[in-house]
């Protein structure tokens, strides 16, 4: 008789995960064998999001670094730094898998003297004998057995043999899935897989049995690509007569165009997006609404995210990747974003542009501009290249464009816009525009025949955000210092 709230533990062959209360522990548990990509850093937040919504819900990072020889230390360290950027919080210290492989041994070790497990001594070439064989006859490939049941006084001598679990050869394995719904596979389909190489290292099925038991993961939220693990996991789960957590796998990330996720759909790592001047709260939002819904939200700040998550709002079928997307979230929250924080952000690209380290005067220009320039900014990058004209030192280099505006007559135009700007008695963006407008009219001329060779001589480019504002941002003596070097390189050069 089981308790109210535990699974019940079939004594038929039939093996039935399901649901039941405890407390939250969840955890992301990547292999540092490449990039952190955008499906795993959705498989944390979805993991760091149900922790916290749970009153002292918890969530672990693991890393699974049994494959030595693919795993390294700039990998790990690519993990943190992302999970950190994406402000992405781990309880406790980062727990390193290849570290407990004494612990999974010992695990191992004691199905096998309970008699759940066997020592296979199969050789490397007679199991692919086995699976030729096999497959000429049209029959499964999977382990046959062929040891299960043997005395291993029959071994041959000089093989080291693997450990594998006894599989049911009867029934059938049913998760419930909370995502997916009832799963279930018939037992036969199922191999006995292994659990301790021939070398004594750990197998990923046994390692991640262990790995969740003792950190007492409640909740499994991973990719539907590991449902085949689960099948396994499960039966080794009740071999070990431990409580299984509750599992929930979540559907994959598609392109655009309904395919798998590629580079050329734009799945790149993690760190990639921040290069590219997204921001964390933004690839929040975007990693959100990728496969979780909340009625017609799209704009969802994190702490509605975690008071809102569960799995009720996974969807079953495939997200789609869709960078137009992403690059509007990103937007809306860098005109959201605090002005201080941006400029913070775009200094070190502005010095690399600028070859140099910004004087003090023009970050305080580019945090004057902000305002303006981050209302027409989609990425930090984009914002960074706009901001270029406020944080150059004078002369102002022009581009072919605005070299091209500055013509005779616009010269002239400046010449008088110059004289009148430096006896004008307030520098503010209305008073600056009434002014040129004034002259514009007295000249017989449009004001973009005056505003754009005002661009041009000011920012050397002719596209920016409204000049006069631009203006009021760079003040009375760096914008008149400006114009008046672009007039005197007329100058020189006839």
């Not at 998550?309 to 990747?321: D, K, L, N, V």
């Not at 072919?400 to 963006?429: C, F, H, I, K, Y």
């Not at 041009?456 to 203006?471: D, K, Q, V, Y």
Request: glycine share 8%; with cysteine; aromatic share 6%.
């Amino acid at each position: 008789m089981t308790g109210a709230n535990e699974p019940e533990r079939l004594e038929s062959p039939e093996f039935t995960v399901s649901e039941r209360i405890m407390a939250v522990v969840t955890r992301f548990a990547p292999s540092p064998t490449g990039i952190l990509h955008i499906g795993g850093a959705r498989t944390a937040l979805f993991n760091w999001l149900f922790a916290r919504h749970h009153a002292g819900g918890q969530f672990v990072l693991r890393i699974e670094d049994t494959d030595r020889a693919r795993s390294s230390d700039e990998a790990v360290g690519a993990i943190v730094d992302g999970l950190r950027w994406l402000g992405l919080d781990w309880d406790g210290e980062p727990v390193s898998q290849f570290a407990r492989a004494g612990r999974h041994a010992e695990v191992a070790q004691t199905l096998l003297a309970e008699g759940r497990a066997y020592h296979c001594y199969a050789t490397p070439e007679e199991l692919a004998e086995m699976r030729e064989t096999a497959r000429r006859d049209g029959r499964s490939t999977r382990y046959d057995g062929r040891w299960r049941d043997r005395d291993p006084a029959e071994a041959p001598p000089g093989i080291d043999p693997v450990i594998r679990l006894k599989m049911p050869r009867d029934g059938q394995t049913v998760v419930a899935d909370h995502v997916q719904g009832e799963v279930k596979v018939v037992n036969n389909e199922l191999d006995d897989m292994v659990l301790l190489r021939g070398d004594g290292t750990p197998t990923y099925m046994l390692a991640v049995v262990v790995d969740d038991h003792d950190s007492g993961v409640s909740h499994v939220i991973r990719g539907d690509d590991h449902l085949t693990n689960t099948f396994r996991q499960a039966q080794l789960y009740r071999a070990l007569d431990w409580d299984p957590p509750e599992f929930a796998h979540i559907p994959l990330i598609h392109g655009p165009d309904g395919t798998k996720l590629s580079k050329r759909h734009g799945a790149l790592g993690l760190a990639s997006y921040r290069e590219s001047g997204f921001l964390p709260a933004a690839m929040r939002n975007y990693l959100l609404r990728l496969g979780w819904s909340h009625g017609d939200d799209e704009i969802i700040d994190s702490d509605q995210a975690i008071a809102w998550f569960g799995f009720g709002g996974i969807g079953r079928s495939p997200a789609r990747f869709d960078m137009a997307r992403l690059i509007s979230i990103n937007a809306h929250y860098m005109r959201a974003c605090n002005d201080r924080e941006l400029v913070d952000l775009v200094i070190p690209r502005l010095g690399a542009l600028l070859d140099g380290i910004l004087a003090d005067d023009a970050v305080l220009r580019v945090l004057k501009g902000m305002p303006a320039l981050k209302a027409r900014a989609k990425t930090v990058v984009e914002l960074a290249e706009n901001a270029v004209f406020l944080a150059q030192t004078r002369p102002v280099t022009l581009d072919g464009d605005a070299a091209r505006v500055l013509d005779g007559n616009a010269r002239e135009r400046l010449s008088t816009l110059v004289r009148r700007l430096s006896e004008a008695p307030d520098w503010n963006a209305r008073q600056l525009e009434e002014l040129t407008r004034q002259i514009a009219d007295e000249e017989g001329v449009k004001l973009g025949l005056i505003a754009q060779p005002l661009r041009a001589a000011l920012t050397g480019a002719t596209t920016s955000p409204p000049i006069f504002e631009m203006m009021d941002v760079l003040g009375r003596e760096e914008s008149l210092g400006r114009l008046a070097d672009a007039l005197e390189t007329e100058e020189r050069s006839g």
